[in-house]
């Protein structure tokens, strides 16, 4: 007869040898995988990267043209030195080659390319935007980048554009016209902040990777009187001051003029819009291949000069290493955001996190720009504040144009391909804030795998053309 303590001891013994064989690999120890996929299915997923309807967008060319003037010109910023091509260069695929964009100021994070940039559901790393139209917005009035305000837009377009804008828009209403005519016209609402969810700001506090930020941030609550929660919400969200100036003469408006001030700097921002939407980037070797494979699935008939098998065996490793779960379509983005486990690097960064608290304060509704049917309008009412998965997470930027957009991250840590693969290849690497997501596997290549790799990522390069 078996003894009670012998029993407990069996027992036990059988449920940590369940264990040990169902629980799952510690976060951050994914095993690498690598999927083989049919060649009918890699044909299949290459055509669905076709980026030729780009040259099919409809756009206001009038409209285009007035706000390339606007794009380019340096008067719309506090010191007259900062345009928005200071950031978005052409040359550089419109990025300006720095970690971190310089405006009148240094901001925090990295400048993202605009080609194909119409093809994004949001805008910004952390989609705080749901349009071009109030992306353009940010920068123009952000201290740290134009560092103006809606006010002075409206002096610069009614001294220096009135021809251009009436063409499009109509005159400027007389009430508007005499307050922009003014030299103290600088104007600009109150920028609404949001918040962070208790529950994220709770799991980013105790995810943190670094330990003597986190200590600091308890200490800085503690002195302030605050829960860690509401200080770190409010550590993370606050914006740079405003000249109160600017704010009380905002108020002071009437309503009416208030309205027409918005709807100029709604203007201005379709404008910008409709000058990005032109900005392609569609002929690279990859595109010309898939060209022809479209027309005759055969992949030995469809290589070029710049294309051929070691591009195609990228292309395999790419698919078959899980690159292309985030990275598909036309401009090889999800346009979701993902924490791909970046370790702390000196500042911290909520992602998308921050971005939802700032959508759900955002005065103009999505619906309220066209097209009305965007698909981050229909996403937008479905959107999880509490998610923790937006934790750290970031738009997947596109892949196009990698030779000149470095460096890469939303922080510009990273000044080459070799180190982005080589933190897909990091093991035992904590993220900064919250955990790797689970679709973003532990990978391992081959030297020959990572040459193919960077061989088709290559490929994606091509020069900038602008739709007529």
């Known amino acids: 007869m078996i003894s009670k303590g012998l029993s407990n001891f069996l027992a036990f013994s059988c449920i940590a040898f369940l264990a040990f064989l169902y629980w799952p690999e510690p976060e951050g120890k994914i095993r690498p995988i690598r999927q083989a996929i049919p060649k009918p299915n890699l044909i299949k997923l290459a055509q669905s990267m076709d980026a030729s309807h780009l040259l099919k967008i409809n756009t206001n060319k009038t409209l285009a043209g007035f706000g390339a003037k606007l794009f380019f010109d340096r008067e719309f910023s506090s010191n ?28 925090k994070r990295n400048t993202p390319t605009l080609i194909n940039v119409h093809l994004n559901q949001w805008q910004f790393w952390d989609g705080r935007a749901h349009s071009l139209v109030t992306q353009a917005w940010g920068p123009i009035e952000d201290p740290r980048e134009h560092g103006i305000n809606r006010g002075r837009v409206g002096q610069i377009l009614f001294r220096k554009y009135k021809k251009d804008y009436k063409t499009l828009f109509g005159s400027f209403p007389k009430e508007l016209g005499d307050f922009l005519s003014k030299s103290n016209a600088h104007a600009m609402p109150t920028v ?10 709770s799991y980013a506090l105790g995810t943190m990777s670094n330990f003597s930020e986190q200590t600091s941030i308890i200490q800085e ?20 001051p405003q000249p109160q100036g600017w704010l009380d003469t905002y108020e002071g408006l009437s309503p009416e003029l208030q309205s027409d001030l918005d709807q100029l700097f709604f203007n201005f921002g ?14 690279s070797p990859f595109d010309s291949f898939l060209i022809k494979l479209n027309d005759s699935t055969s992949i030995l008939e469809s290589y070029n000069k710049d294309f051929g098998p070691e591009e ?9 290493s899980g690159c292309s779960n985030c990275h598909l379509g036309a401009n090889f983005s999800d346009q979701q955001f993902h924490n791909i486990g970046l370790p702390y690097n000196g500042t911290l960064d909520l992602g998308r996190a921050a971005g939802l608290a700032q959508l759900v304060v955002d005065p103009v509704t999505c619906d309220s720009i066209e097209p009305f049917d965007r698909e981050a309008c229909k996403e937008l009412k479905y959107l999880d504040m509490t998610s923790i998965e937006t934790l750290a997470a970031f738009k997947t930027p596109t892949l196009r144009n990698l030779k000149t957009t470095a460096p890469y991250m939303h922080d510009g840590r990273f000044s080459d391909l070799d180190e982005v693969l080589n933190h897909y290849e990091s093991k035992d690497v904590e993220p900064a804030l919250g955990h790797r997501s ?3 596997p532990q ?10 790799l960077k061989a088709f990522l290559n490929s994606l390069n091509s020069t900038v053309s602008f739709l007529k």
């Open 443 to 452: 990978l391992e290549w081959t030297e020959k795998d990572r040459a193919h």
């Open 192 to 201: 609404s902040i949001g918040t962070v969810p208790s529950e994220i700001a």
């Open 80 to 107: 007259h030195q900062v345009s928005c091509a200071s950031c978005h260069k052409p040359e550089l695929s419109f990025t300006d080659g720095l970690t971190v964009a310089q405006g009148v100021a240094t901001t």
């Open 221 to 240: 609550a503690a002195d302030r009187e605050l829960s860690p929660n509401i200080w770190f919400g409010k550590k993370f969200l606050s914006k740079q």
């Open 270 to 283: 379709l404008a910008l819009e409709a000058f990005q939407q032109t900005i392609v980037s569609n002929q």
């Open 438 to 440: 689970e679709s973003i």
């Open 312 to 320: 195609w065996q990228g292309f395999k490793v790419f698919a078959e």
